[in-house]
């Protein structure tokens, strides 16, 4: 994992300048395009012959129901697998937001040795709740069919989601009532600064695109949380928030936290990013600072 470009000082100046303001001054809108644009310079600064790609597999007949494989160059077999959902708040959004965003964190994955997937799914209009987690299920069901030709052991898979595919991942994962018969299907979920709990209040300014996936009744809303479907055998998680968040997601992540502790008797693994925003907190991975990085790929490997 040497070899990657340090986060320049004139970025971590804007990251510090936007931090306190972010969701606040700015509309989280403004300040994701911002960050997009500035890590997405910065990754694509540096090559990246060294992963095997493999784009715009369809698992679907939707347009957006597509993914990209991204595989490490070096053969193996048993490896992990991991899957990838982005963000978009629920009615926009793409796996590739640009070239390098979000590829850049299943580009890590295989620099790390662990093919990966980085895939779409339908959103608001087109879909509700819970189109989205029904697509990650045809996901992990293609993956379980494909792990071992990708060298991948098929009873290692994992389910990483960023924002709003955080509450799909985690609906998914957590919700029984969406499993097939046979289970889940994963090893374990990683949410990065997840919406994990469906809601519309005031201080959400995200709210009616909640509302544009979920519906407006906030009973619906509560039944669909994946906070909601926490259980004592609910599959290893890793919880990972930036230290200035979209508002409520940090607080919909740490109550994620509590509802898994509570409930296993142990809290699960949770890093807090300093310095990190909603985005820079994805966008930097495959970048030299390593903290979440290394955090997730020693989760992997032991997620017990």
Known sequence: MS??????????????????????????????????????????????????????????????????????????????LVIFVHGGAFVEGHRNRTEQIYSNVTRFFARAGIPAINMGYRMAPETTYPGASLDIGTVVAWAHENAMGLGSDPGKIFLMGHSAGGAHAGSYALDKRLHP??????????????????????????????????????????????????????LPTFIAIAQFENPLIDLHCMELAHRLAQAKRRAPPLIWLRGHNHTSGIAHLGTAEETLGRAILDFIADPS
């Open 181 to 234: 018969a046979s289970g889940h299907g994963l090893r374990g979920l990683v949410i990065v600064s997840g919406r994990m709990r469906a809601e519309a209040s005031d201080e959400n300014p995200n709210a009616r695109k909640v509302e544009a996936y979920y519906g407006a009744d906030s009973a619906a809303m509560e039944d669909a949380s994946p906070v909601n479907h926490v259980a004592a055998d609910s």
């Open 3 to 80: 070899g990657r470009p340090a986060i320049p000082e004139d970025l971590l100046r804007l990251m510090a300048e936007m931090g306190p303001r972010w969701g606040k001054d700015d509309l989280p809108s403004v300040s994701v395009r911002r960050m997009t644009e500035e890590f997405s310079k910065l990754h694509a600064a540096y090559p990246d012959d060294d992963v095997e790609v493999r784009h715009d597999i369809a698992y679907g007949d939707h347009e957006r129901q597509k993914l990209d494989i991204f595989l490490p160059k070096t053969a193996g077999t048993g490896r992990p």
